[in-house]
């Protein structure tokens, strides 16, 4: 069974610093989820990556899947307090069907 | 506002009840999922629709879940002799191409 490992599990960021959050898998990834998740709260969708080496922005958050296709990172730029929350990566199990990490809790201390 | 919904948003029921849950897709998604969140994990697959077609099963849908999806538009998710480990958020979400959108959860109390 496919196994997908998040670190750090937790990171505490000085407003205006930079950060990058880690998703490996077990297995080779077919397509890789970014969510964000405000406690109590649904996923709010960040991206998707699909091809080997393929990498996406929005604002200033910035996703990369490497070559092999097994580890992705998220990259946040001069973090802001809106930034706060859970990250979780969701690994595609075909269809659509996401396998989640347990996530990573991002604080950011203005 | 088009997003994925959810009714109701939160639901306290006593143990050995049935309860009910909605999930309203955006409109041109034809895939429909539940998940399944406990408290510090991330979301657990437990089923999908293609249109009206259940088309996959978790093996966490023990025979006291059951879900629809009748005409191929909202869903509903009812569990049966509720339990106290039943007590989860239940997500919904839809897809299209390379995107999957999740609803606000329904949050479950089982007392």
């Known amino acids: 069974s496919q196994e997908l490992e998040q670190s750090p599990q937790s990171l505490i960021v000085q407003e205006g610093k930079n950060l990058t959050i880690n998703c490996t898998s077990s297995?080779?990834?077919?397509?890789l989820y970014w969510y964000k998740q405000k406690y109590g709260e649904g996923l709010i969708f960040l991206m998707m990556?699909?091809?080997?080496?393929e990498e996406k922005s929005h604002e200033k958050i910035t996703a990369k899947l490497d070559e092999k296709k097994q580890q992705s990172s998220l990259h946040i730029t001069a973090s802001q307090p809106s930034h706060a929350g859970i990250y979780l990566c969701?690994?595609?199990?075909?269809?659509?069907?996401?396998?989640f990490g347990t996530g990573t809790r991002l604080t950011v201390i203005p | 506002d088009t997003g994925v919904s959810q009714d109701p948003r939160h639901k306290i029921t006593k143990r050995g009840q049935n309860v009910t849950f909605r999930c309203d897709p955006i409109?041109?998604?034809?895939?429909l999922y539940w998940y399944r969140q406990t408290l510090g994990q991330g979301p657990e697959f437990l089923t999908y629709?293609?249109?009206?077609?259940?088309?996959?099963k978790s093996r966490l849908l023990s025979d006291r879940f059951s879900a629809e999806r009748p005409k191929g538009s909202f869903s509903t998710l009812e569990i049966q002799r509720t339990e106290q480990g039943d007590s989860a958020m239940y997500l919904c979400?839809?897809?299209?191409?390379?995107?999957?959108?999740f609803g606000p959860g329904t949050r479950l109390t089982v007392l």
């Open positions: 979400a839809s897809s299209g191409i390379n995107e999957q959108f």
């Open positions: 297995k080779t990834l077919y397509g």
């Open positions: 990556l699909q091809k080997g080496g």
């Open positions: 969701g690994a595609d199990q075909g269809a659509n069907n996401l396998f």
């Open positions: 409109s041109e998604h034809n895939r």
């Open positions: 629709f293609q249109n009206e077609a259940q088309l996959e």
